[in-house]
């Protein structure tokens, strides 16, 4: 029997934790692959409307996860680095730990309360009762909704420490509600800032140890209406909070707008009514983008197979380069076209956001394997790098494994 890789068994644990939610009614939106220590977001559906009440997940596959027992489920380990960040998140954040022998997935809240600190590290006990389904929905929604609020009711959707060796700086993502006005909305910009004044949260050790007990001399902030505004970085209004102690070679550029107290300079959108039309015009439905992208990727998928056994041949000495360069010409206007459709396809809707990153990228690949061989790519490369940039451009095609966008 072939053993299932590592990264595969992590696609198929992140698969089995959004099938799971889903099937309860709730919204998974997998994260960006950079998003440290976070590896979805799950929104609460209460009676078939999306509450905007978030919980960050993080998930865990694999046997071994499970291979330290305790009486009622397994110990989670982790470093300290994690806990702080997972503390110190907006969101509650709960571990999953998913078993592919048994198909199940058990999970478990961070918290100071049920968190044991080992000295260089920290332990939990997740329940092995304690699964993804209908049974625990109660407890889901009480954590999903602990929201950070006041009067002009507001959630902190992110919050990252982007300090450095002369400023300690913070920057956070902001949702309002959709009626808030300009008035609520400036001061709730006037609150968090002065809120992220006094943080202590650090990306790292490092950065610990050199703003430890400061207080932070820089806030940014992005205020978003709608979590899809979110999803796509649409934001209404921006603010920028600058100590006025602060040298003003360690300051940040200072964007224009308006001055509403307290050194808070407030940038609204010029294009956020714009942007909102733009998106309702272009935006494709769910069935009808996949059908578009299905489209696309079999044809793509044949070429880059044939570029790809092509150039197998030519590096194991089947194929002489003369005959290797002419086949790869004849596929690059194939493979250059299919590129510039997906480019015109329309707008992915938000549910598709993820799947329409991995696309775009899996097409820029394809067309890297034979950009080398166009008109322009023959001038401009030659024997060794047109070889090493088809090669490295095959290998990144793979790894993204076109079956995800098949199937």
């Known amino acids: ?35 440290y220590g976070i590896d979805a977001h799950v929104e609460i559906v209460r009676d078939g409307k999306a509450t905007g009440q978030l919980l960050a997940v993080q998930i865990k596959s694999g046997k071994s996860w499970f291979d330290e027992k305790s009486e009622n489920g397994v110990i989670f380990r982790e470093d300290m680095a994690h806990l702080e960040y997972w503390l110190n998140h907006s969101l509650s954040v709960i571990v999953i730990l998913y078993d592919p022998d048994a198909e199940t997935a058990c999970w478990q809240v961070i918290n100071k309360d049920n968190v044991t600190v080992t000295g260089k590290g920290w ?19 009480e954590l999903a909704g602990r929201p950070i609020i006041t009067t002009g009711k507001y959630t902190i959707l992110s919050l990252q420490d982007a300090s450095h060796g002369t400023a300690k700086r913070y920057s956070a993502n902001i949702l309002v509600s959709e009626s808030s006005t300009a008035t609520e909305i400036y001061q709730i910009i006037r609150e968090v800032t002065d809120d992220l004044k006094h943080r202590e949260y650090y990306r790292n050790d ?47 550029f200072r964007h224009g707008g308006e ?53 197998h041949d030519y590096n194991s000495g089947i194929l002489n380069g003369k005959v290797y360069i002419q086949e790869m010409m004849k596929l690059e206007p194939i493979v250059t076209e299919l590129y510039m459709r997906a480019g015109d396809i329309g707008l992915a809707p938000l549910e598709c956001k993820d799947l329409s990153e991995r696309f775009q990228s899996l097409m820029g690949y394809a067309h890297n394997i034979v950009l080398p061989f166009s008109d322009n790519g023959l001038k401009t490369w030659e024997g060794k790098n047109r070889k090493y940039l088809v090669n490295r451009a095959i290998e990144d095609y793979q790894k993204l494994d076109c079956c995800v966008f098949c199937s």
């Open 1 to 35: 029997m072939k053993v299932k890789s590592t990264a595969n068994i992590e696609r198929i644990g992140i698969s089995f934790v959004q099938l799971a939610f889903e099937q309860i009614g709730y919204i998974f939106r997998e994260q960006p692959i950079s998003d």
């Open 259 to 311: 001055d509403i107290g307290d050194n808070i300079i407030v940038d609204w959108s010029q294009h956020y009514e714009l942007m909102q039309r733009i998106r309702g015009q272009f935006s494709l439905k769910k069935e009808d983008y996949l059908a578009e992208l299905g489209a696309i990727l079999k044809p793509v998928a044949i070429n880059v197979e044939r570029a790809t056994n092509l150039t």
């Open 206 to 252: 490092l950065v610990r140890q050199r703003w430890k007990g400061t207080p932070a001399q820089v806030v940014f902030l992005f205020i978003y209406r709608m979590l899809d505004d979110f999803r796509t970085t649409s934001w209404i209004c921006r603010s920028l909070w600058i100590d006025k102690n602060l040298p003003s070679q360690f300051a940040p």
């Open 123 to 141: 332990k939990i006990e997740i329940p092995l009762c304690q699964t993804i389904e209908e049974t625990f929905k109660e407890a889901f929604e």
